[in-house]
C-alpha cells in the first residue's frame, strides 16, 4: 500500500517537473502552435481561395534562334489580349480573361521577353509555357509535357488562338462541377499538419531532448534516486501528449474558423486514432534515444527516421504520385497509417469501424518499441 502511494506520488511529480520544463520554453509556444497555424494559413490561401486562374505565358517575337515573322502572334495580341498595366520601363505585357460560368475564371498574361530569359523564367517557375511564331505555321508553344499545369495551360491557351475556348473544357453538359465537402486542398492539408506536428513533437521533444541531457550529465545525475525508469518515460509520453493534444486542438480550431473545415466522421475514432498515433511515435521515440549520448548522433537518428516519412508519407501531396513499385511501402511506414486514417475520418466520414485496425497497429507498434526502449534505455 505503502509503495504504490509512493508511486503515484512518484508519478505526480515527474509529470509536473516535465510539464513546467516543456512551458517554460518560448520556443515551444511558436514552433508547436504558431507555425502549424501559419503553414495551414499560407498554404490554404495560396491553394484554396483562387478567384481566378493565372497562366504566365512567354512570347517570343523575331529571335535569330526561333525564327518566324512573328504576325500571327502579334495579330493575335492585338487583337484578343488587351495591354496590362505594369511598371515603366517592363517588357510590353498584355492579358487575356476567358469567363467560364462552370470551370472558373481563367486569366492569361503575356510578358514579351527574348529566348534566353523566357528559359531562366521557367525554370524559376515564374513562366507555365512560351510562344513563338513558325514560319508559314502561325504559333508554336513551349512547355515541359511532364508539367500537368503547363500541359492545361496549353490547352486552354491552344484552343483560344484557334477560336474555340469554349471547347476546351469538353462539351458543357457532360460537366458537373464537384461541390462534395473535403475535396478541397485545405481538406487534405490539415490531417497532414497533424500527423506531422506529432511525429516531429515526439521525435524532436523526447529523442532529441533525452540525447541533450545525456550528453550534459544531467540524466545520471538521477540513478542515484529512487525513481523508476519506466516512470520517468511514461511521465515524459505522457507531457509530450498533451501538448500534442493541445496544439492539435487549437490548429483545428484556427482552420475550422478560416476555411470552415469539419470532421465528417466520428470524434470518439478520431480522439482514439490521434492517441493510438502518439503512443507510436513516443514509442519510436524513446528507442531512437535510449543509448547514444552524442547529439551529432543523435541528430542523425531522428532525421533518419523523419525524414522518409516526411516526405514520403503524403503530408502536403499525394504518395500515390510515387512510383507503383514503392506504394506497399510507403503504406507501412507509422506516419502513412496514421495519417491515411485521420484523413479517411476527417473527410471520408470513417467511424470505429474503418479506423480500428490502423488504430491497434499504430499502438501495438509504439508498445513494442516502448519496452525495447525501455529495455536498453540506459541513464549515461
Same mark, same amino acid.
Given at each position: 500500500?505503502?509503495?504504490?502511494?509512493?508511486?503515484?506520488?512518484?508519478? %505526480?511529480? +515527474?509529470?509536473?517537473?516535465?510539464?513546467?520544463?516543456?512551458?517554460?520554453?518560448?520556443?515551444?509556444?511558436?514552433?508547436?502552435?504558431?507555425?502549424?497555424? +501559419?503553414?495551414?494559413?499560407?498554404?490554404?490561401?495560396?491553394?484554396?481561395?483562387?478567384?481566378?486562374?493565372?497562366?504566365?505565358?512567354?512570347?517570343?517575337?523575331?529571335?535569330?534562334?526561333?525564327?518566324?515573322?512573328?504576325?500571327?502572334?502579334?495579330?493575335?495580341?492585338?487583337?484578343?489580349?488587351?495591354?496590362?498595366?505594369?511598371?515603366?520601363?517592363?517588357?510590353?505585357?498584355?492579358?487575356?480573361?476567358?469567363?467560364?460560368?462552370?470551370?472558373?475564371?481563367?486569366?492569361?498574361?503575356?510578358?514579351?521577353?527574348?529566348?534566353?530569359?523566357?528559359?531562366?523564367?521557367?525554370?524559376?517557375?515564374?513562366?507555365?509555357?512560351?510562344?513563338?511564331?513558325?514560319?508559314?505555321?502561325?504559333?508554336?508553344?513551349?512547355?515541359?509535357?511532364?508539367?500537368?499545369?503547363?500541359?492545361?495551360?496549353?490547352?486552354?491557351?491552344?484552343?483560344?488562338?484557334?477560336?474555340?475556348?469554349?471547347?476546351?473544357?469538353?462539351?458543357?453538359?457532360?460537366?458537373?462541377?464537384?461541390?462534395?465537402?473535403?475535396?478541397?486542398?485545405?481538406?487534405?492539408?490539415?490531417?497532414?499538419?497533424?500527423?506531422?506536428?506529432?511525429?516531429?513533437?515526439?521525435?524532436?521533444?523526447?529523442?532529441?531532448?533525452?540525447?541533450?541531457?545525456?550528453?550534459?550529465?544531467?540524466?545520471?545525475?538521477?540513478?542515484?534516486?529512487?525513481?523508476?525508469?519506466?516512470?520517468? +518515460?511514461?511521465?515524459?509520453?505522457?507531457?509530450?501528449?498533451?501538448?500534442?493534444?493541445?496544439?492539435?486542438?487549437?490548429?483545428?480550431?484556427?482552420? %475550422?474558423?478560416?476555411?470552415?473545415?469539419?470532421?465528417?466522421?466520428?470524434?470518439?475514432?478520431?480522439?482514439?486514432?490521434?492517441?493510438?498515433?502518439?503512443?507510436?511515435? %513516443?514509442?519510436?521515440?524513446?528507442?531512437?534515444?535510449?543509448?547514444?549520448?552524442?547529439?551529432?548522433?543523435?541528430?542523425?537518428?531522428?532525421?533518419?527516421?523523419?525524414?522518409?516519412?516526411?516526405?514520403?508519407?503524403?503530408?502536403?501531396?499525394?504518395?500515390?504520385?510515387?512510383?507503383?513499385?514503392?506504394?506497399?511501402?510507403?503504406?507501412?511506414?507509422? /506516419?502513412?497509417?496514421?495519417?491515411?486514417? /485521420?484523413?479517411?475520418?476527417?473527410?471520408?466520414?470513417?467511424?470505429?469501424?474503418?479506423?480500428?485496425?490502423?488504430?491497434?497497429? +499504430?499502438?501495438?507498434?509504439?508498445?513494442?518499441?516502448?519496452?525495447?526502449?525501455?529495455?536498453?534505455?540506459?541513464?549515461?
Amino acid at each position: 500500500m505503502t509503495e504504490s502511494v509512493l508511486s503515484r506520488h512518484q508519478i %505526480c511529480h +515527474l509529470f509536473a517537473a516535465h510539464a513546467r520544463e516543456v512551458i517554460r520554453e518560448p520556443a515551444v509556444i511558436f514552433w508547436g502552435i504558431v507555425f502549424p497555424i +501559419l503553414i495551414s494559413l499560407g498554404l490554404g490561401l495560396a491553394f484554396t481561395q483562387q478567384g481566378e486562374t493565372v497562366y504566365r505565358v512567354g512570347v517570343v517575337l523575331g529571335n535569330a534562334e526561333v525564327p518566324g515573322n512573328g504576325r500571327g502572334l502579334e495579330s493575335f495580341l492585338d487583337n484578343r489580349a488587351g495591354d496590362l498595366d505594369l511598371p515603366e520601363n517592363h517588357s510590353p505585357a498584355w492579358q487575356m480573361t476567358l469567363e467560364d460560368s462552370q470551370l472558373g475564371t481563367t486569366r492569361f498574361e503575356f510578358v514579351r521577353t527574348d529566348w534566353q530569359s523566357a528559359m531562366v523564367e521557367i525554370k524559376r517557375g515564374k513562366l507555365n509555357l512560351v510562344m513563338s511564331p513558325v514560319e508559314n505555321k502561325g504559333i508554336q508553344y513551349h512547355f515541359d509535357p511532364r508539367n500537368p499545369e503547363a500541359e492545361l495551360a496549353y490547352l486552354k491557351l491552344s484552343a483560344a488562338v484557334q477560336g474555340r475556348a469554349e471547347e476546351s473544357g469538353g462539351a458543357r453538359d457532360q460537366i458537373s462541377p464537384l461541390t462534395v465537402t473535403g475535396t478541397r486542398y485545405i481538406d487534405f492539408l490539415v490531417p497532414g499538419l497533424i500527423c506531422m506536428n506529432v511525429m516531429m513533437s515526439c521525435m524532436w521533444g523526447i529523442s532529441y531532448g533525452m540525447i541533450d541531457k545525456r550528453s550534459k550529465k544531467l540524466l545520471r545525475r538521477m540513478v542515484a534516486t529512487p525513481m523508476k525508469k519506466s516512470h520517468f +518515460l511514461m511521465t515524459l509520453m505522457a507531457v509530450r501528449i498533451g501538448m500534442n493534444l493541445i496544439e492539435a486542438v487549437l490548429l483545428f480550431v484556427f482552420v %475550422c474558423i478560416v476555411f470552415d473545415i469539419a470532421v465528417q466522421g466520428s470524434i470518439g475514432a478520431l480522439a482514439a486514432l490521434f492517441f493510438a498515433g502518439n503512443i507510436a511515435f %513516443c514509442g519510436i521515440a524513446i528507442f531512437t534515444c535510449s543509448r547514444t549520448a552524442n547529439t551529432e548522433v543523435g541528430n542523425g537518428l531522428v532525421n533518419a527516421v523523419v525524414m522518409p516519412m516526411a516526405v514520403l508519407s503524403g503530408i502536403f501531396f499525394s504518395y500515390h504520385n510515387f512510383p507503383d513499385w514503392s506504394i506497399d511501402f510507403i503504406q507501412m511506414l507509422p /506516419l502513412t497509417i496514421f495519417l491515411d486514417g /485521420l484523413r479517411a475520418v476527417f473527410n471520408e466520414g470513417a467511424g470505429f469501424a474503418q479506423t480500428a485496425m490502423p488504430t491497434v497497429v +499504430l499502438a501495438a507498434m509504439g508498445a513494442v518499441f516502448f519496452f525495447l526502449g525501455l529495455r536498453i534505455f540506459k541513464w549515461h
